[in-house]
């Protein structure tokens, strides 16, 4: 029994409508169900981490665009493959057509690819501009890599700079350290990476953070935290014997408590170096 054009078409439908309210659940409840906390990965998790910060607020959404256009587009090519095997298969169309052009389809398959990509384009070099562009910084740490932990220095606030190594301790397992970077809630914070010995690179998911940390070279990026919390990165490029074990935590608190902990850190991290360090009110000697 042959199967109708309609009801084919009638029936790709309702699939393809199946799959989108699926993939909308998904994408709208999947990181509330396994995402235990914020920060931090979470057993069994497949979606990204939960925003902490206006670039990852753009990642996901890009994310989230890119996944439904390519659902579509997925399940256009579907029916597209369905429709032929049903129609021109050898027993529903013993003569096969000798039709070797049609300029409306040949305009149309070169068109709206570039349509797509344009669509594609215009929001993914906004994020990127997003990402690049420094805004003016309220705060300025620098981030050095070293085999095998991470040490920080504060040249806004007395220039003081401590290690952060991976505590055996503290949970998160193989992300908890003795000392965390501690930063304000909502201010901009621009993270100055260089590496000590080898390339190292500073990444953080839930703030759509992820920069290399080379020797010899500065780099600059930059967050801004939304919520107060714990959260947790690790060093994202392979430098060595133990580079899964040199996390990166990031507290961040309110005005009042980092001022407080500014205050204790220039106590316990003080040191006699003369180093010159950039801030964010410009460069100081």
Not at 8 to 37: K, Y
Not at 149 to 156: G, H, I, Q, R, V
Not at 165 to 175: C, F, G, I, V
Not at 222 to 233: E, I, L, P, S
Request: charge should be neutral.
């Amino acid at each position: 029994m042959r199967m109708s054009m309609g009801r084919v078409g009638r029936q790709l439908l309702g699939l393809a409508t199946i799959a989108l309210m699926a993939a909308g659940v998904t994408l709208g409840t999947g990181g509330a169900a396994f995402a235990a906390e914020l920060g931090q990965p979470a057993p069994w998790e497949w979606t990204l981490q939960q925003s902490g910060s206006p670039v990852m607020d753009n990642i996901v959404w890009f994310h989230n665009f890119l996944f439904v256009l390519i659902t579509l587009i997925t399940l256009f090519v579907l029916a597209l493959l369905v429709i032929v095997v049903i129609k021109f298969n050898a027993r529903a169309n013993p003569v096969p057509s000798r039709t070797t052009h049609n300029t409306l389809i040949e305009v149309a398959w070169t068109l709206i690819p570039v349509l797509i990509l344009v669509g594609i384009s215009v929001p993914s070099f906004r994020l990127l501009f997003l990402e690049l562009d420094i805004p003016k910084a309220d705060l300025t740490v620098k981030a050095t890599g070293k085999q095998w932990y991470w040490s920080y220095a504060y040249p806004d606030n007395g220039k003081f700079e401590f290690d952060s190594l991976m505590a055996q301790d503290k949970q998160p397992r193989l992300l908890g350290v003795d000392n965390e970077m501690v930063v304000p809630v909502n201010k901009v914070i621009r993270v100055q990476t260089t590496g000590a010995d080898v390339i190292h690179a500073f990444a953080l998911p839930a703030f759509g953070v992820k920069i290399d940390a080379i020797p010899g070279r500065l780099n600059e990026t930059w967050f801004k935290a939304t919520k107060t919390g714990m959260y947790y990165g690790q060093c994202s490029e392979l430098c060595g014997k133990d580079h899964a074990f040199m996390p990166i935590a990031i507290r961040v608190v309110d005005d009042q408590e980092f001022a407080s902990w500014v205050e204790a850190a220039k106590k316990k991290y003080a040191s006699g170096g003369t180093s010159t360090y950039a801030s964010a009110a410009g460069p100081t000697q």
